[in-house]
């Protein structure tokens, strides 16, 4: 526990590396997870409601954010690693930039992750959506079967009792 506590600094050091620092880069970080999000809200399938489409987006920014912030980590250490020995040499700026440039990279390469993150608000929309086409469906189907059944009997019935009129040694309307 006590290890842990020691790392918290630590951690929160790293985070604040990684963090935009202007309102700029805040909405060029978070700018596209947003309209990803909104986009995802307004596609849902219909009948979810307004508090299932919030889930939604909100699930979305969470992960596409989460991985965002994942890859620029992934990348400044990463960054650190090839730069690290030569931040002498490169000088505190262009360091710097060789570790930004990496952290962009990281984020790049972790768009994908989302395609591979959990989604529980979005598998039960979805899932209830599929249900409810399903039960629609079963109910169409179950009524065209009835009509069917209903248009069967009546030609039936039209047929069989026209054979009984046609029939040989039956009654006919002609004598």
Do not use: H, N
Not at 47 to 56: I, Y
Not at 80 to 104: C, D, F, H, I, V
């Amino acid at each position: 526990m006590k290890r842990l506590a020691a790392g918290i600094p630590k951690l929160l050091s790293s985070l604040e590396q990684i963090l935009p620092r202007s309102a700029g880069e805040w909405a060029l970080r978070l700018g596209p997870e947003a309209g990803f999000a909104t986009i995802g809200a307004f596609m849902a399938p219909e009948g979810a409601s307004l508090g299932e489409r919030l889930g939604l987006a909100a699930e979305d920014m969470l992960i596409g954010t989460g991985s965002s912030f994942l890859g620029s980590g992934l990348g400044r250490l990463g960054g650190k690693a090839l730069y690290g020995k030569q931040a002498e040499k490169l000088g505190q700026e262009l360091y710097q930039q060789k570790l930004s440039q990496a952290m962009t990279a990281g984020d790049i390469l972790a768009a994908p992750l989302p395609m591979f993150a959990p989604r529980p608000i979005a598998s039960g929309i979805y899932e209830r959506a599929m249900e409810q086409q399903s039960q629609q469906e079963q109910q169409a189907m179950l009524q065209q079967e009835q009509e069917r059944i209903l248009q069967e009997a009546l030609l039936g019935s039209v047929l069989t009792g026209s054979g009984s009129l046609l029939a040989p040694g039956s009654a006919s309307l002609y004598g």
